[in-house]
């Protein structure tokens, strides 16, 4: 085995510089050139080397990458090691990391559209000005009758005790009543 050295913490300014101009100022990971001064150099942590079976690689310098590149590095190592995956023999991190890739470009599932019932749509939030236009125009067309109850915005408490309208969400009769006086309804963003 090649012999270690020690460096000391003023040359990892030289040693960032050097490699980062050595690597046309392109971080290895991201494939993207970026300043020096968004530049790390990464290093194999002792717990990680000795916990992923390379405890000869402990404190070892990696290379010149982006900041980002490195903090999500560590993050996906760290998680990689937390849930114990680092345990089992046939899967490494790389071969980890090279299979999630394989399988966010190729998922097996697409093809069938299903839909995860986490994922099922919100119903949209009707904004308060067009209930007002509904109600005024329901004022104008029946000037006696009572407004119907679904045009009436109920109020709730907040845990402050302010008493806000509560949102409105479309519903059949909403539907009903804007087809009828031709109003198209707006809804919230978000």
């Known amino acids: 085995m090649k012999k270690q050295r020690q460096i000391k913490q003023d040359e990892l300014a030289k040693i960032r510089k050097h490699f980062h101009k050595k690597q046309n100022h392109i971080c290895p990971v991201l494939k993207i050139k970026f300043p020096e001064s968004e530049m790390v150099v990464d290093h194999n942590h002792s717990n990680n ?3 992923l079976g390379h405890p000869e690689e402990a404190g070892l310098l990696r290379g010149v990458i982006n900041r980002f590149a490195n903090a999500l590095e560590g993050k996906v190592t760290n998680a990689y090691i937390r849930t114990g995956l680092h345990k089992e023999k ?7 990391l090279r299979n999630l ?6 998922p097996p599932m697409t093809h069938l559209n299903y839909l995860h019932p986490n994922e099922k ?3 949209k939030k009707l904004m308060k000005s067009s209930i007002n236009k509904l109600v005024k125009a329901f004022k104008e067309k029946y000037p006696n009758k009572k407004i119907p109850p679904v ?3 109920k109020q709730k408490k907040t845990k402050r005790g302010v008493i806000k309208d ?3 969400r479309m519903t059949t009769g909403l539907e009903r009543l804007f087809s009828e006086f031709g109003i198209e309804p707006d809804f919230k963003k978000g």
């Open 49 to 51: 080397a000795r916990n």
């Open 90 to 96: 046939d899967i490494t991190l790389p071969d980890f």
């Open 101 to 106: 890739a394989d399988f966010i470009e190729e």
């Open 121 to 123: 749509p919100k119903d």
């Open 151 to 153: 045009l009436i915005y």
């Open 166 to 168: 509560k949102d409105k």
